[in-house]
Nanobody
């Protein structure tokens, strides 16, 4: 079955960086669009970024454009999210999602941005 395991979350200071990874298994990763989503306490799910299977169609939410970079390594079945210039409002649980802004997701990794 589809397995998505996120890692790389943690505590970062404002202005700092984190790199999230998502190890995918149970499906043909190279043929699947993928996304990152996040959910802060008391808020709905926000689509952070998305990418098609061939690396095209990059989507970024306005709130993260220019600071976050999404990429994928189809040879390693791994999805990445490089997060720079972090802000306190980036604090949330970040989910790896199989699909383009829709689909099944992993358990998530907590990102906390605080001084």
């Amino acid at each position: 079955q589809v397995q998505l395991v996120e890692s790389g979350g943690g505590l970062a200071q404002p202005g700092g960086s984190l790199r999230l990874s998502c190890a995918a298994s149970g499906f043909t990763f190279s043929s699947s669009a993928m996304s990152w989503a996040r959910q802060a306490p008391g808020k709905g799910l926000e689509w952070v970024s998305a990418i098609f299977s061939d690396g095209s169609g990059l989507y970024y939410a306005n709130s993260v454009r220019g600071r976050f970079t999404m990429s994928r390594d189809n040879a390693k079945n791994t999805l990445y999210l490089q997060m720079n210039s972090l802000k306190p409002e980036d604090s949330a649980v970040y989910y790896c999602v199989k699909g383009y802004r829709q689909g099944s997701r992993g358990q998530g990794t907590q990102v906390t941005v605080s001084s």
